[in-house]
């Protein structure tokens, strides 16, 4: 029966390791931008945090209440945005996310759609914030 | 690594015993029971014997035993046989919104060919009120559905008063009792309900086998347009083994059903205790003694379902849940929203139902490794805000 159940798995190998061993998980300290995306009704609920030092992303931390595949992509959304400029990181697509994940189950796509959302949101809030400065 | 199988509600492994019985009629029984010769004669003799056998499970005649497919498929064949054959006296249907989806889909199907369907509510605990069917009744109303136990929340339905109020105006009640036949006695005649679905790999019977017992002079459509078979209620090749081993499995249940009820009672209130006194914000969904001796389901708060699911997995505990991330429709259990559970309680809960192989060894890993499960999610968790509670 064995053989039978790695044909079969829901989730790609990637995703059960972000799954099982998540990376920047927690609260930070003074963050520079938060975004928070998904409500309680759809079951997944994403928050992210940012610290940016000269236009670069140099830290990210997330909290999440979700599925595997919520799990999974807010892992690796926060070590993809890890050094990358502003202006990159708003180009981190679903897809994006998705494919560094080896990819996702069909109906799991819209957990992707949540990352890019709150990594979205995180770079409006720090764009916000700097702008009060 | 150690396997625990904690989903008997979603289906039980068949019975040696049962297979066994089952073997012979895929080789030399494979006679095709409607034929006049003897390999004909020997399958209806293997499927009358064990119809005798369903029928004795329940308390009814063989002749108000027809077998289907499946559970759902009884469903069906209830809800839209007796719609059918009623609706020029009334098209009003009554059950009620933590039905399984094989009686309210039929419904909802039946609501877009001009039937009027009520879906009562249900308590906190998932009980239904024999008030609200008696206030619920026009005199269009041909039909009454209420299940016998809820499959999710292990709800037990007090049907035996609905049957009643049901037949006092002479209207016809159907119960789905996939959960309850072969682990609670169920009496046709003191429970005094005219249509029953039953399915066989809910009590270690095989799948793809299931029965409608259908009370003697109950007015219903047949589902399957064909042959003779079933006195011509359900057309189609009966599946010889599949109901030679759901003959079995009824058999056995007679026998076992008592002992082992109380096993697995003592069994899941440990289960439930235990997590109470090892977790800190659990709630427990469906009634607390009116339950199905194997249910236990619990909303662990700040968690998602099916991450929960995929921590029991890789340390080897199967379990379910009704959270919408584990479901292809993306919507949280209708049976968890019905009680009133917001939605991130719904999408908490964790279904762990217990069964024939299930040891107390099992349980204690369960309470071991559980706790250990929530604590790393709920550190994951943006709700869990520990200390604020």
């Known amino acids: 029966m064995k053989s039978r159940k790695d044909l079969w798995s829901l989730y790609s190998e990637k995703v059960m390791e972000h799954f099982q061993n998540p990376r920047n998980v927690g609260e930070m300290q003074s963050p520079d931008g938060i975004g928070h995306a998904g409500n309680p009704v759809c079951g997944d609920i994403m928050e992210l945090y940012i610290k940016v030092k000269d236009d670069i992303i140099i830290d990210a931390k997330f909290k999440t209440f979700g599925c595997g595949a919520a799990i999974a992509t807010s892992s690796i959304l926060t070590e993809m945005v890890k050094g990358k400029t502003i202006e990159e990181a708003m180009k981190i697509s679903n897809k994006a996310v998705a494919e560094a994940l080896d990819g996702l189950p069909p109906i799991k796509m819209h957990c992707s759609v949540l990352a890019e959302e709150a990594l979205g949101l995180a770079i409006e809030d720090y764009l916000a914030k700097s702008k009060r400065k | 690594m150690r396997r625990i199988y904690l989903d008997y509600a979603a289906t039980t492994p068949t019975h040696p015993l049962v297979l066994k019985a089952m073997l012979p009629w895929f080789t030399d029984g494979f006679g095709n029971p409607a034929s006049i010769h003897s390999f004909g004669q020997e399958a209806k003799g293997a499927i009358e014997e064990a119809r005798e ?86 005199d269009e109303t041909i039909l009454i559905s209420v299940m016998h136990a809820n499959n999710e929340i292990g709800t037990i339905e007090p049907i035996k008063e609905i049957a009643r109020i049901a037949n006092d105006r002479g209207i016809c009640f159907h119960t789905d009792a996939v959960q309850t036949v072969g682990h609670l006695p169920v009496d046709v005649d003191e429970l005094k309900v005219d249509l029953v679905s039953i399915s066989a790999h809910k009590f270690c019977g095989p799948k793809g086998v299931g029965a409608l017992y259908i009370r003697k002079g109950t007015k219903i459509v047949p589902f399957m347009h064909g042959g003779e078979q079933e006195h011509g209620r359900r057309a189609s090749t009966q599946n010889v083994p599949g109901i030679v081993g759901f003959g079995k499995a009824c058999e056995l249940a007679q026998k076992e059903m008592g002992q082992e009820k109380v096993r697995l009672q003592t069994l899941r209130d440990k289960l439930i205790s235990g997590i109470l006194d090892r977790i800190d914000d659990v709630r427990l969904n469906g009634h607390p003694t009116q339950r199905l001796p194997n249910n236990v389901n619990i909303s662990l708060e700040f968690v998602e379902g099916e991450s929960m699911l995929l921590n029991l997995d890789l340390v080897g505990i199967a379990a379910s849940t009704g959270s919408a991330c584990s479901s292809s429709v993306l919507e949280a259990s209708h049976v968890l929203l019905a009680l009133g559970l917001p939605h991130e309680l719904a999408h908490s809960s964790l279904r762990l139902t217990l069964g024939q192989e299930t040891t107390e060894k099992d349980i204690d890993y369960v309470l071991e490794k559980l706790p250990q499960i929530v604590k790393k999610l709920r550190v994951m968790s943006p709700l869990y805000k520990p200390g604020k509670k």
């Open chain 2, 53 to 138: 056998k369903v029928a004795r499970l329940i308390g009814a005649k063989s002749e108000e035993i027809v077998f289907t497919s499946s559970g759902t498929e009884a469903d069906n064949f209830a809800i839209k046989g007796v719609a059918y054959a009623k609706e020029h006296k009334g098209k009003h249907i009554i059950t009620t919104a933590i039905e399984h989806h094989a009686v309210i889909e039929p419904c909802k199907f039946l609501e877009k060919r001009g039937f009027k369907v009520t879906y009562l509510p249900v308590d906190k605990d998932g009980l239904v009120d024999p008030r609200h069917v008696k206030k619920a009744i026009t």
